[in-house]
C-alpha cells in the first residue's frame, strides 16, 4: 500500500482529503505544518508527498526545498505535488523550480488528482 | 490606481475563496460515493452543483492570471456568490434535518464542514497589503468603509465555538480589528475562561455539543461576577428560535451566520459602546449610593472623613456635590461635637444641683413610690420632673423591657368623662406623630383614680435647664435648636396636632445634641382649663402664648411659630421679649408692643436671624411664616 504524506494546515482539508486517499487505498500521514513536514519526511518511508503551500511559519516552497536539500545528502528522492488554493499563471513553474515534481489546485479534482499521484508513482516503480 | 489591489493580493482572495470551495466540493463528493438514500443524494448533488458554480463565478471574475481587481468588482463577485451560496445552505439544511431517523455522527459533522464552508465565503474580505511582504495600499471599500480601521475601543473578547473554522474567521477578524481574543471549544470551558479572565464582551455559538449556549448564558446570568458581561449570541439563520430564547434570558445581541465583517464590525461596536455607556451609569449611580450612604451616617453620627475621597475626585457635578457635602459634614460634625461636650457638661452641673437640692416632697396619690410595680407593669425607679400637672417619673415597662417616661396627672385636670375621652383622643392623634424631634406618647391609663401618661423616655436636658445653667446660647446653637423644634412641628402640624404650649421646658436635648418636643397633645389639658388666674400654676408664664390665643379668639398652628419664636429669642438674647411683673401687666405688653430686636441686644446675631424672629412674633399670624416648612426654608437660609 503506498504511503502519502500530505502537509497540510488546515484541519477540514487533512481531514477530507486524506479520508478520500485512503478510500482510495493509499495509507496517509498527515503533518499540520511545514516544518513538520520537512521532519516527517526526512524520516524516510513515503511514497509520495502532497504539499500544501500556504503553511504557516515555514511555507510550502520553502518545505519543499528542504526536503530536496535533505535528500541530495541521502541519495533519494521521493516525488512532490505541490497544492494551492492561490492557482495563480505561473504557480506550476514556481513549484517546479523549488523541486516539485507536480502541481495541483483546490478545490481538488480527485481524480485528476489521484492520476498525477499514479503516473508518480508508477515513474517511481 | 485607486481601488484596486496588486497581484498578491489577489492571490490571497483567490485563496481565501477557493478554500472553503475545496471543502465544499470535497466533503460532497466524498459524501456522494456512500450515499444510498435518494433524497440524501438529490441534496448532495444540488449542493456539489452549487459547489462548482461558485467556482465558475470566482474563476471568471478572478481568473488565475488576473493581477489586480477593483472594489467594484470585488462586490460583484460577493453579489454573484450569495445565489449558490444560498443554494448550499438550503440543502446541507435538508441534510441536517433527520427525517424520521438519527443522523450518523460522521455524516453530520462532515455536511456541518460544508456549511460552515459555505458561510465562510461572503465572509471573505479583500486583502490588504501586509507590512513587510507587500508594498502599503490603501483600499477605500465601498461597503466596509475603512474595513482595517481601528476598533471603537480594543476589548477583550471570548469567542465559544465548538466549530474550528468558525472560530478562527472570527479570531481572526477580531484580532485584525484590534481586539484581543480568547477562545473556547465549548461551554464548559467559556464558563472556566470566564471564571479566570475578565472579558469585554462574549461571543457565543448557541449550539454545542457539551454545554449549549443557552446553558451557558443562564449560568453568566446567575453569576454576579459574570452577569454585566455582555453577550452576542452566534447563530445560523434557522435557529433565529433559539437565538430568541438567548436575547429573552439577555443576550445583548446575535450574530447570524455567515458572519458578514461589516455586520460584525457593528454589532461589536455597538455593543461594546453601550457597554460602556452602562459601565459609567453604574459607576454613576454607585458614586451616587456613596454619597446617600454618606448623609445616612452623618444622620447616624458615624460619618468617616474620607468616604466620599473618590466620588469627590470626579469632574463633574456630583464630585462638587461630594466635596461640598463632605466640608458640611465635617463642619456639621465639629459643631455636634462640641454641643455633645456642652450637653455633657451641663447634665453634670445639673446632677450635682439636683443632689444638692431634692425638690419639695409631694404631692399625694400624684407621687408614685420608687422601686415598686405601677399599674402591674411598670418597675418606677426614680422621679424626673414635677410640674402644674403633675409628676414625671423613670420606670422599666416590664412588659416591652424598655425604660419609659411616666407622667401622672392632676384629678382636676380630668374630672368629667367628656374631658377624659378628648383628651384620650387628643394623645391617640398625637400618637401618629412620627419625627425623630418628638417624644413618642405610648399610651394613657388610669390608676386609683389617677391618669397618667407612658412616654418615650429620653434621656437629656430641656432647654430650660440649659438657659438657667448657660444663660444665653449663642447664634449655632440656638439655629440648631430652631430647625429641629421647626422640623418637629412640620411633623406634627402635618397630622392636625397642635402642641399648643411650646416653651423650653417641653424642648429636651439628647445626649447627641437631638431635640425632642414633649408633651404634644398633652397641653391640650393644660390649656381646656387654664385661665390667667391659674397660669402661673399650671404652665408657669403665658409668656409663650401668642396673642390670639391669649385673646381667646380662634386659633390655629402659627401659636406654634408664634412660641418657636419667644423660644428662640430668649436661646439669643437669654430674656423673653416681653416681661413685666404681672400677668396683666404682660398681656397688655404682649398684645401692645413690639419686640426689641434680638440683633439690637448683640450685634453678632445676624440681622437675617434677628428678623425672623420678630417676624415669628408678629402679631397677626398672617405676618409669620405660613408653617413650619416654610420655618424649616427660612431657617436654612440662614445656615
Same mark, same amino acid.
Given at each position: 500500500?503506498?504511503?502519502?504524506?500530505?502537509?497540510?494546515?488546515?484541519?477540514?482539508?487533512?481531514?477530507?482529503?486524506?479520508?478520500?486517499?485512503?478510500?482510495?487505498?493509499?495509507?496517509?500521514?498527515?503533518?499540520?505544518?511545514?516544518?513538520?513536514?520537512?521532519?516527517?519526511?526526512?524520516?524516510?518511508?513515503?511514497?509520495?508527498?502532497?504539499?500544501?503551500?500556504?503553511?504557516?511559519?515555514?511555507?510550502?516552497?520553502?518545505?519543499?526545498?528542504?526536503?530536496?536539500?535533505?535528500?541530495?545528502?541521502?541519495?533519494?528522492?521521493?516525488?512532490?505535488?505541490?497544492?494551492?488554493?492561490?492557482?495563480?499563471?505561473?504557480?506550476?513553474?514556481?513549484?517546479?523550480?523549488?523541486?516539485?515534481?507536480?502541481?495541483?489546485?483546490?478545490?481538488?479534482?480527485?481524480?485528476?488528482?489521484?492520476?498525477?499521484?499514479?503516473?508518480?508513482?508508477?515513474?517511481?516503480? | 490606481?485607486?481601488?484596486?489591489?496588486?497581484?498578491?493580493?489577489?492571490?490571497?482572495?483567490?485563496?481565501? @475563496?477557493?478554500?472553503?470551495?475545496?471543502?465544499?466540493?470535497?466533503?460532497?463528493?466524498?459524501?456522494?460515493?456512500?450515499?444510498?438514500?435518494?433524497?440524501?443524494?438529490?441534496?448532495?448533488?444540488?449542493?456539489?452543483?452549487?459547489?462548482?458554480?461558485?467556482?465558475?463565478?470566482?474563476?471568471?471574475?478572478?481568473?488565475?492570471?488576473?493581477?489586480?481587481?477593483?472594489?467594484?468588482?470585488?462586490?460583484?463577485?460577493?453579489?454573484?456568490?450569495?445565489?449558490?451560496?444560498?443554494?448550499?445552505?438550503?440543502?446541507?439544511?435538508?441534510?441536517?434535518?433527520? %427525517?424520521?431517523?438519527?443522523?450518523?455522527?460522521?455524516?453530520?459533522?462532515?455536511?456541518?464542514?460544508?456549511?460552515?464552508?459555505?458561510?465562510?465565503? +461572503?465572509?471573505?474580505?479583500?486583502?490588504?497589503?501586509?507590512?513587510?511582504?507587500?508594498?502599503?495600499?490603501?483600499?477605500?471599500?465601498?461597503?466596509?468603509?475603512?474595513?482595517?480601521?481601528?476598533?471603537?475601543?480594543?476589548?477583550?473578547?471570548?469567542?465559544?465555538?465548538?466549530?474550528?473554522?468558525?472560530?478562527?474567521?472570527?479570531?481572526?477578524? &477580531?484580532?485584525?480589528?484590534?481586539?484581543?481574543?480568547?477562545?473556547?471549544?465549548?461551554?464548559?470551558?467559556?464558563?472556566?475562561?470566564?471564571?479566570?479572565?475578565?472579558?469585554?464582551?462574549? &461571543?457565543?455559538?448557541?449550539?454545542?455539543?457539551?454545554? %449549549?449556549?443557552?446553558?451557558? /448564558?443562564?449560568? =453568566?446570568?446567575?453569576?454576579?461576577?459574570?452577569?454585566?458581561?455582555?453577550?452576542?449570541?452566534?447563530?445560523?439563520?434557522?435557529?433565529?428560535?433559539?437565538?430568541?430564547?438567548?436575547?429573552?434570558?439577555?443576550?445583548?445581541?446575535?450574530?447570524?451566520?455567515?458572519?458578514?465583517?461589516?455586520?460584525?464590525?457593528?454589532?461589536?461596536?455597538?455593543?461594546?459602546?453601550?457597554?460602556?455607556?452602562?459601565?459609567?451609569?453604574?459607576?454613576?449611580?454607585?458614586?451616587?449610593?456613596?454619597?446617600?450612604?454618606?448623609?445616612?451616617?452623618?444622620?447616624?453620627?458615624? *460619618?468617616?472623613?474620607?468616604?466620599?475621597?473618590?466620588?469627590?475626585?470626579?469632574?463633574? !457635578?456630583?464630585?462638587?456635590?461630594?466635596?461640598?457635602?463632605?466640608?458640611? $459634614?465635617?463642619?456639621?460634625?465639629?459643631?455636634? %461635637?462640641? +454641643?455633645?461636650?456642652?450637653?455633657?457638661?451641663?447634665?453634670?452641673?445639673?446632677?450635682? $444641683?439636683?443632689?444638692?437640692?431634692?425638690?419639695?416632697?409631694?404631692?399625694?396619690?400624684?407621687?408614685?413610690?420608687?422601686?415598686?410595680?405601677?399599674?402591674?407593669?411598670?418597675?418606677?425607679?426614680?422621679?424626673?420632673?414635677?410640674?402644674?400637672?403633675?409628676?414625671?417619673?423613670?420606670?422599666?415597662?416590664?412588659?416591652?423591657?424598655?425604660?419609659?417616661?411616666?407622667?401622672?396627672?392632676?384629678?382636676?385636670?380630668?374630672?368629667?368623662?367628656?374631658?377624659?375621652?378628648?383628651?384620650?383622643?387628643?394623645?391617640?392623634l398625637a400618637r401618629t406623630i412620627s419625627s425623630k424631634h418628638v417624644?413618642r406618647?405610648?399610651?394613657?391609663?388610669?390608676?386609683?383614680?389617677?391618669?397618667?401618661?407612658?412616654?418615650? *423616655?429620653?434621656?437629656?436636658?430641656?432647654?430650660? !435647664?440649659?438657659?438657667?445653667?448657660?444663660?444665653?446660647?449663642?447664634?449655632?446653637?440656638?439655629?440648631?435648636?430652631?430647625?429641629?423644634l421647626a422640623q418637629s412641628l412640620v411633623a406634627a402640624h402635618e397630622q392636625g396636632v397642635i402642641h399648643?404650649?411650646?416653651?423650653?421646658?417641653?424642648?429636651?436635648?439628647?445626649?447627641?445634641?437631638?431635640?425632642?418636643v414633649?408633651?404634644f397633645g398633652?397641653?391640650? /389639658?393644660?390649656?381646656?382649663? $387654664?385661665?390667667?388666674?391659674?397660669?402661673? =400654676?399650671?404652665?408657669?408664664?403665658?409668656?409663650?402664648?401668642?396673642?390670639?390665643?391669649?385673646?381667646?379668639?380662634?386659633?390655629d398652628h402659627r401659636?406654634d411659630l *408664634?412660641?418657636?419664636?419667644?423660644?428662640?429669642? !430668649?436661646?439669643?438674647?437669654?430674656?423673653?421679649?416681653?416681661?413685666?411683673?404681672?400677668?396683666?401687666?404682660?398681656?397688655?405688653?404682649?398684645?401692645?408692643?413690639?419686640?426689641?430686636?434680638?440683633?439690637?441686644?448683640?450685634?453678632?446675631?445676624?440681622?437675617?436671624?434677628?428678623? @425672623?424672629?420678630?417676624?415669628? &412674633?408678629?402679631?397677626?399670624?398672617?405676618?409669620?411664616p405660613a408653617n413650619a416648612a416654610e420655618l424649616v426654608r427660612?431657617?436654612?437660609?440662614?445656615?
Amino acid at each position: 500500500m503506498p504511503k502519502i504524506l500530505l502537509v497540510e494546515d488546515n484541519e477540514m482539508n487533512r481531514d477530507m482529503l486524506s479520508r478520500r486517499l485512503a478510500r482510495k487505498g493509499y495509507e496517509v500521514a498527515l503533518a499540520m505544518d511545514g516544518l513538520q513536514g520537512v521532519t516527517m519526511a526526512s524520516s524516510g518511508g513515503y511514497d509520495l508527498i502532497l504539499m500544501d503551500m500556504s503553511l504557516p511559519e515555514l511555507d510550502g516552497w520553502e518545505a519543499t526545498r528542504r526536503v530536496r536539500e535533505a535528500e541530495a545528502g541521502a541519495g533519494r528522492r521521493v516525488p512532490i505535488i505541490a497544492l494551492t488554493a492561490h492557482a495563480m499563471s505561473g504557480d506550476r513553474e514556481k513549484a517546479m523550480a523549488a523541486g516539485c515534481d507536480d502541481y495541483d489546485t483546490k478545490p481538488v479534482e480527485l481524480d485528476r488528482l489521484l492520476g498525477k499521484i499514479e503516473s508518480l508513482l508508477g515513474k517511481q516503480a | 490606481m485607486s481601488g484596486l489591489t496588486t497581484p498578491e493580493a489577489v492571490a490571497e482572495l483567490r485563496h481565501e @475563496l477557493r478554500t472553503p470551495l475545496n471543502l465544499i466540493i470535497g466533503y460532497c463528493e466524498m459524501l456522494l460515493e456512500d450515499a444510498t438514500d435518494q433524497q440524501q443524494r438529490i441534496a448532495l448533488e444540488q449542493t456539489l452543483t452549487a459547489g462548482r458554480d461558485v467556482l465558475e463565478r470566482i474563476n471568471a471574475t478572478v481568473p488565475p492570471t488576473r493581477g489586480e481587481i477593483s472594489e467594484a468588482d470585488f462586490a460583484a463577485l460577493r453579489d454573484a456568490l450569495r445565489e449558490p451560496q444560498g443554494r448550499i445552505l438550503t440543502n446541507t439544511s435538508a441534510l441536517l434535518a433527520a %427525517d424520521g431517523g438519527a443522523i450518523d455522527p460522521q455524516f453530520e459533522r462532515d455536511v456541518r464542514r460544508i456549511r460552515s464552508s459555505a458561510e465562510r465565503l +461572503l465572509t471573505v474580505e479583500l486583502p490588504h497589503a501586509r507590512s513587510g511582504s507587500h508594498p502599503a495600499i490603501t483600499i477605500e471599500h465601498p461597503i466596509h468603509g475603512a474595513a482595517a480601521a481601528p476598533p471603537v475601543q480594543p476589548a477583550h473578547i471570548l469567542v465559544v465555538d465548538d466549530q474550528e473554522d468558525n472560530r478562527s474567521v472570527l479570531e481572526r477578524r &477580531l484580532r485584525r480589528q484590534g481586539h484581543t481574543v480568547e477562545s473556547a471549544t465549548g461551554g464548559r470551558s467559556a464558563l472556566e475562561l470566564l471564571g479566570a479572565q475578565q472579558f469585554d464582551l462574549v &461571543l457565543l455559538d448557541v449550539m454545542m455539543p457539551d454545554l %449549549d449556549g443557552l446553558a451557558v /448564558l443562564e449560568r =453568566m446570568k446567575a453569576d454576579s461576577a459574570t452577569r454585566d458581561i455582555p453577550v452576542i449570541m452566534i447563530s445560523a439563520l434557522d435557529d433565529v428560535a433559539s437565538v430568541v430564547r438567548c436575547i429573552e434570558r439577555g443576550a445583548e445581541d446575535h450574530l447570524p451566520k455567515p458572519f458578514d465583517p461589516v455586520l460584525l464590525r457593528a454589532r461589536i461596536s455597538a455593543c461594546l459602546e453601550k457597554k460602556r455607556l452602562r459601565d459609567v451609569e453604574l459607576e454613576y449611580l454607585r458614586e451616587v449610593g456613596r454619597v446617600i450612604q454618606a448623609a445616612i451616617q452623618v444622620e447616624a453620627g458615624s *460619618y468617616e472623613n474620607g468616604v466620599l475621597a473618590q466620588v469627590a475626585q470626579r469632574g463633574d !457635578e456630583l464630585g462638587r456635590l461630594a466635596r461640598v457635602f463632605d466640608a458640611m $459634614a465635617n463642619q456639621v460634625r465639629a459643631r455636634e %461635637d462640641r +454641643l455633645k461636650e456642652q450637653v455633657a457638661a451641663l447634665r453634670r452641673e445639673i446632677g450635682e $444641683a439636683r443632689q444638692t437640692s431634692k425638690p419639695a416632697a409631694p404631692r399625694g396619690k400624684l407621687s408614685l413610690p420608687t422601686g415598686e410595680l405601677f399599674a402591674g407593669r411598670f418597675e418606677v425607679l426614680d422621679e424626673i420632673g414635677s410640674g402644674g400637672m403633675g409628676m414625671v417619673y423613670r420606670a422599666l415597662d416590664r412588659e416591652l423591657g424598655d425604660q419609659v417616661a411616666i407622667k401622672t396627672l392632676r384629678p382636676e385636670l380630668l374630672q368629667d368623662t367628656s374631658l377624659v375621652e378628648r383628651f384620650k383622643s387628643e394623645i391617640r392623634l398625637a400618637r401618629t406623630i412620627s419625627s425623630k424631634h418628638v417624644v413618642r406618647t405610648h399610651d394613657i391609663g388610669e390608676r386609683d383614680g389617677v391618669y397618667y401618661l407612658t412616654m418615650e *423616655y429620653v434621656e437629656g436636658i430641656t432647654v430650660r !435647664e440649659l438657659l438657667d445653667t448657660r444663660g444665653r446660647l449663642g447664634t449655632a446653637p440656638t439655629l440648631a435648636i430652631a430647625s429641629q423644634l421647626a422640623q418637629s412641628l412640620v411633623a406634627a402640624h402635618e397630622q392636625g396636632v397642635i402642641h399648643r404650649d411650646i416653651k423650653p421646658q417641653n424642648l429636651l436635648l439628647d445626649a447627641g445634641g437631638v431635640l425632642k418636643v414633649m408633651d404634644f397633645g398633652v397641653a391640650r /389639658l393644660a390649656g381646656g382649663t $387654664a385661665n390667667l388666674t391659674e397660669v402661673g =400654676m399650671l404652665v408657669g408664664t403665658p409668656s409663650y402664648m401668642a396673642p390670639e390665643q391669649m385673646m381667646g379668639e380662634s386659633f390655629d398652628h402659627r401659636i406654634d411659630l *408664634y412660641a418657636t419664636g419667644v423660644v428662640l429669642y !430668649e436661646c439669643l438674647v437669654g430674656k423673653l421679649p416681653f416681661e413685666a411683673n404681672s400677668a396683666v401687666a404682660l398681656i397688655a405688653r404682649v398684645l401692645r408692643d413690639a419686640p426689641p430686636a434680638p440683633a439690637l441686644h448683640d450685634p453678632e446675631i445676624p440681622q437675617a436671624f434677628s428678623d @425672623l424672629v420678630v417676624r415669628l &412674633l408678629a402679631k397677626d399670624p398672617a405676618q409669620r411664616p405660613a408653617n413650619a416648612a416654610e420655618l424649616v426654608r427660612l431657617l436654612s437660609d440662614l445656615s
